[in-house]
Structures are given as C-alpha cells and as structure tokens.
C-alpha cells in the first residue's frame, strides 16, 4: 500500500533569466519568493504556499513555457508503475523524480515525499 496526492504546479519558464520570471509570478499570484533559488543551480523558485496547500514552483526549462503538476508518493516505484498501468508511460529519470506523459500527451513528475508529510489530502492505493 502506498499514498499519493498532488504536490506542485510547477510553471515552466523558458527564459535566460528566472529572477524576472519570479518576480512576475509572485507579484501575479500575490505570494512572496519563498526560496529564490531552491536547489543552487539557478534553475528552480519556490514560491509561498500555506502548509496545506501544493507548492508554486517555477523551472527555467529549455522546451516551451507551460505549466505542469507534481504528484508526490512515499513509493516512487509502485506509484510509477500503477500510473503505466493506465497509460502513462515514463519519459526520463530527472535527479530523484520521474517526467511521465499521460495518455492525453501531458507531461507531469513523480516525485518522492518532500520534507512535509504527505498529510491527509492523499489517495491510498494498493
């Protein structure tokens, strides 16, 4: 058995320079920048969300700006494999997390629990 629930949107910006791209969202979405530069590499922002609520990333990506969602699990495998099971398929391993495309052609991430609990907004699966 395993859990699962929605865990980001995640805005995919295709600029040269993501603090502009930042600046915008947040002032758009009235959150404050809660992390300017989440993993050191320039290429993620966090944006402020409530405990309860998923986290507003944004990604500075090379393919064309759209958004999509994160699903985290505390099972990576069994949440990826009963995602293929209706018709998802896998597209790339990314440092910890997996890009998959749905049958409808859209692309989201699995990714492992973040440091927060998964709480009780989750599925479970078996």
């Given at each position: 058995?395993?859990?699962?629930?929605?865990?980001?949107?995640?805005?995919?910006?295709?600029?040269?320079?993501?603090?502009?791209?930042?600046?915008?969202?947040?002032?758009?979405?009235?959150?404050?920048?809660?992390?300017?530069?989440?993993?050191?590499?320039?290429?993620?922002?966090?944006l402020?969300?409530g405990?309860d609520?998923p986290?507003?990333?944004?990604?500075?990506?090379?393919?064309d700006?759209?958004i999509?969602?994160?699903?985290?699990?505390?099972?990576?495998d069994?949440?990826?494999?009963?995602?293929?099971?209706?018709?998802?398929?896998?597209?790339?391993f990314?440092?910890?997390?997996?890009v998959?495309?749905?049958?409808?052609?859209?692309?989201f991430?699995?990714?492992?629990?973040?440091?927060?609990?998964?709480?009780?907004?989750?599925?479970?699966?078996?």
């Amino acid at each position: 058995m395993h859990k699962s629930r929605i865990s980001a949107f995640v805005i995919d910006c295709k600029v040269d320079d993501l603090d502009t791209a930042t600046k915008f969202w947040s002032r758009a979405l009235g959150r404050a920048v809660a992390n300017p530069d989440q993993d050191g590499d320039g290429r993620y922002a966090e944006l402020a969300t409530g405990a309860d609520e998923p986290f507003l990333l944004l990604q500075k990506v090379e393919h064309d700006a759209r958004i999509h969602l994160d699903i985290e699990t505390d099972d990576l495998d069994a949440e990826v494999a009963r995602l293929e099971a209706l018709g998802a398929k896998r597209l790339q391993f990314v440092k910890r997390w997996w890009v998959m495309q749905a049958p409808t052609g859209h692309r989201f991430c699995v990714v492992r629990k973040p440091h927060r609990e998964i709480g009780s907004h989750a599925n479970t699966w078996d």
